[in-house]
């Protein structure tokens, strides 16, 4: 038989001790995390090596941004030129109203939200647009009426301008010297 009394009903009495004394080293746990965290985030500035420009990924999110900002691009310049006649009757300006999130430029791109563009008038024309990405990445896309779509890149650029090309690129490697073209895709950089 269980024999109750005042207080403490079924537990032991030193069940109430070990609660408080394993709350109290989980609150000082937490408390010696937190201050770490806090220290680490306010010290991180001064380590001009740690930073978010070369944290792991970004490169590629860079990349990732400049190539979405040209398929952006070319929808925009589909639309435009089925409803023109052809890539040859487009301009910078027209690109530019029709896509506000992309500014569409005939001189170089600097950065992922300005395209450069040329455009081939001869015939219904082609298309060249260039972007450049934050690690220096210069990723092109080509177009021309009846031709399969070409992806090109060139590395280690501090601005890219699109090239104008009459023809299909010529498919080949990625490099500092040269862009490697290819269809279906992006080449690796």
């Known amino acids: ?36 965290l806090i220290g680490s985030t306010l010290h991180s500035s001064a380590n001009p090596h740690a930073g978010v420009t070369n944290a792991p990924g970004v490169a590629a999110a860079g990349s990732l941004e400049a190539q979405q900002a040209l398929s952006t691009g ?25 896509e506000p999130s992309i500014t569409f430029v005939s001189g170089p791109s600097s950065n992922p939200s300005t395209v450069s563009l040329s455009i081939v008038t001869d015939g219904s024309g082609s298309i060249t647009l260039a972007d450049r990405s934050a690690d220096g990445t210069c990723w092109l896309v080509w177009r021309s009426t009846g031709s399969p779509t070409w992806y090109g890149a060139q590395t280690g650029l501090a601005s890219c301008t699109a090239p104008a090309l009459a023809g299909a690129p010529t498919p080949g490697a990625v490099s500092a010297t040269a862009i490697g073209w290819q269809q279906g895709g992006f080449p690796a950089a």
């Open 1 to 36: 038989m269980q024999r109750e009394t005042g207080t403490c009903t079924g537990r032991g009495a030193g069940d109430h001790g070990f609660s408080m004394v394993a709350t109290l080293i989980a609150l000082v746990a937490a408390a010696l995390v937190t201050a770490l």
């Open 74 to 98: 070319l929808t925009a310049a589909d639309t435009a030129a089925a409803s023109q006649g052809g890539y040859g009757s487009l301009d910078a300006s027209s690109l530019s109203a029709s």
